[in-house]
């Protein structure tokens, strides 16, 4: 739950500084130099156990999780100008329903009746904290869509991490995803590419490493808990982003956000506890 409580903190930072510099450089742009960088920054600490260790042992479930990685990135980063922040909040917690679906029928985990609580649960939430009966979520636009179906891809690949877990360990994992995805978006980083300027490779060097990080955790995570066990934890984001807005930008949040927020970390907590005693 710890490992996957640091995915999202390190993944709020992060895609805040992805929307700002994808409204300057062009969205794939952004994608593939993020994970360029963040393989460069990887590969360092995987050659520090020796050169052996780069081969993984499944090279089919490496492609195919870059694969299925890559091509959620191309929707989401398409999609990522042209979303709200409310959009892009609300769309992404979609994603763990998928991934519960995927875990049952792929990977043959045990969806018990209190991991279906806390999805729910926190999803509840963060509908509290959406507010879609106010408008919050105005029409359905192409970037709605596109966001929409990234998020079932993204779950494809989640789903090819956790059973990756059973045969690399987590920064070869985290290494070849990052790999694949830069080879399999060259084309369309090279057709939209722009020289980024000084700031820019400052900021799109931390997304690197941000990324990086946060994919290590997650890796970390998948690694020692059934994947539908931590996809509870992802309704905290939430949490860190009305955090980060207080802290960065002095925004407080409102009634319902506190709301939704309280109930976010009260689902995750249960589950937790519950997890922890095998019941």
Known sequence: ???????????????????????ELDPWLVGW????????????????????????????????????????????????PAVSLAELTAIGFSGPLFVCLGAVLFLGERMSAARWLAVLAGFAGVLLVVEPWRGGLSGISTGTLLMLASAPVFAGSFLVAKALTRHDPPDVIVLWQHLWVTVLMLPFALAAWTTPDARQWALLVLCGLLGAGGHYCMTRAFRVADISATQPVKFLELVWAAALGLAVFGTVPGGWTIAGGAVILASTLWLARREARGT
């Open 33 to 80: 130099l993020r994970y360029a960088l963040g393989a460069l920054l990887v590969l360092p600490a995987v050659l520090r156990a020796g050169a052996a260790r780069l081969a993984p042992r499944r090279h089919d479930l490496q492609f195919l999780r870059g694969a299925f990685h890559a091509g959620g990135l191309m929707l989401w980063f398409a999609a990522l």
């Open 1 to 23: 739950m710890l490992w996957m409580a640091a995915t999202g903190l390190l993944f709020t930072v992060l895609n805040a500084i992805l929307k700002k510099v994808s409204h």
